[in-house]
């Protein structure tokens, strides 16, 4: 083991360097999937007949396969299919697809737990359907979803290290790199790797945390 | 359209793949409800160093990624894919399922403990003759979904070589120089495994919310 010669200032920024990598795609994915899984979540709330059931074979089918599977799928099964992705925007779209299934989960059952009073009341003081969940139900259910949506988040970040299949230049991916020059550098890469994503991932879960507790 | 003579053609290493996926999974499940169980009575316990213990490896454990882990193990202790895969599997899912027994415990009431200890039970008795029976019943659906993300993160023995069914999919894929049929056919096999799982956990689910 040989901390000195592994943690070289060089050494650092390249980590650093996978790091933004790292925390850009795991952003980007966040994101994409918030849109796409509330979308895919309140369509499934409203039971918008045909669709909220195609909708939940995916989201069933997707949430129940290993992410790891859907990487590799991504990246290399889709060029037979003549859709070949460079490899950022294919982990961004593997990782979206996968956490947009997990995401709309959140945000269904974050809406069910609004109490049914809520919708009728504002039906009957006269909001159509679509105003009553934009006006009413949407506002409380979102404060309700805050928290686990950040622990999605956590989970993202985790996520992401798979991409290494793939070679994506994230963190683990340039931890690789800097241990495959020598042997003696890989205990103390691990767990600075290691480091450096707990100390993101446990800040977040006690923003999460924080967060439920003000809730309650 | 799918080209069914990849299944029927691979059938033994797509199988072999599967066997192992179930077996890894199943060994990881035992001795992480285990490891789970110890950790979480470790958070408990009226001992301030071993809460701190407890907590230091739960929080530790579930904000790094399991591939850290595994790497850990298969690189840095040079175990064989298929148990440093196990091992990190264990190790990760215990962090989940402590957390998850935890909250459990913590959830019945107070007065439970009180109540068992001031009829003369040890705290180990009321822990294991009063408190836990009850912990039982809000555990079970949150260790439900930590089996079914187990068997999903199992696939994590494809990267070190650990002969899973993802790395049997490699195989197959490297053999017949097909991607897409290949990878679905690895995809329906893990969802034979994992459907049937998220429809028993949501069943057990209403099931004991109802009681309530």
């Known amino acids: ?216 | 359209m799918l080209d069914f003579s990849i299944l029927t053609e691979n059938l033994d290493m797509y199988l072999l793949g599967f066997k192992n996926t179930i077996m890894s999974s199943l060994v990881a499940l035992v001795s992480s409800l285990i490891l789970g169980v110890l950790i979480a009575i470790m958070r408990i316990a009226p001992i301030k160093p071993l809460n701190w213990l407890g907590t230091a490896y739960v929080e530790f454990i579930r904000n790094i990624p399991l591939l850290i882990i595994t790497f850990f193990f298969f690189l840095g202790l040079k175990l064989s894919g298929l148990y440093a895969g196990t091992l990190a599997l264990t190790i990760y899912t215990s962090s989940f399922i402590a957390e998850a027994i935890r909250a459990g415990i913590l959830s019945v009431p107070k007065g439970q403990m009180e109540a068992a200890r001031s009829s003369g039970l040890t705290y180990g008795q009321a822990m294991r003759l009063v408190i836990l029976p009850q912990a039982v019943k809000i555990v079970i659906p949150p260790l439900g979904n930590q089996f079914i993300n187990l068997v999903k993160n199992s696939s994590i023995l494809a990267v070190v070589a650990g002969l899973d069914l993802m790395y049997h999919g490699d195989l197959i894929s490297s053999r017949t120089f097909v991607v897409f049929d290949v990878y679905i056919f690895v995809a329906a096999f893990y969802l034979i495994l994992t459907i049937p799982l998220s429809f028993g956990v949501g069943y057990l689910e209403k099931r004991l919310a109802k009681s309530n």
């Open chain 1, 1 to 216: 083991m040989d901390f000195a010669g592994a943690y070289t200032p060089d050494n650092l920024k390249f980590l650093l360097e996978g790091f933004w990598v790292t925390l850009q795609v795991a952003f980007i994915s966040i994101i994409l999937s918030f849109i796409i899984g509330g979308l895919v979540g309140i369509i499934r709330y409203a039971k918008v007949p045909v669709l909220s059931q195609i909708l939940a074979l995916i989201v069933e089918t997707v949430r129940n396969l290993p992410l790891l599977l859907i990487i590799f799928f991504t990246y290399f099964a889709l060029p037979e299919i003549r859709i070949k992705l460079e490899i950022i925007p294919a982990a961004i779209v593997a990782l979206t697809i996968f956490e947009s299934a997990m995401l709309s989960e959140v945000i269904r059952s974050g809406l069910k737990s609004i109490d049914k009073g809520q919708m009728e009341a504002a039906r009957s003081s006269g909001l159509s359907y679509t105003q009553a969940l934009i006006h009413i139900i949407l506002p409380q259910a979102l404060r309700r979803m805050v928290p686990p949506i950040v622990s999605q988040f956590i989970s993202l970040l985790k996520d992401t290290s798979l991409a290494v299949v793939i070679s994506l230049p994230e963190l683990t991916h340039h931890g690789q790199i800097i241990y495959g020059q020598s042997q003696k550098y890989l205990i103390p890469i691990l767990i600075l790797v290691a480091l450096m994503y707990f100390i993101v991932n446990y800040s977040l879960s006690l923003v999460a945390q924080r967060l439920e507790l003000k809730r309650t």
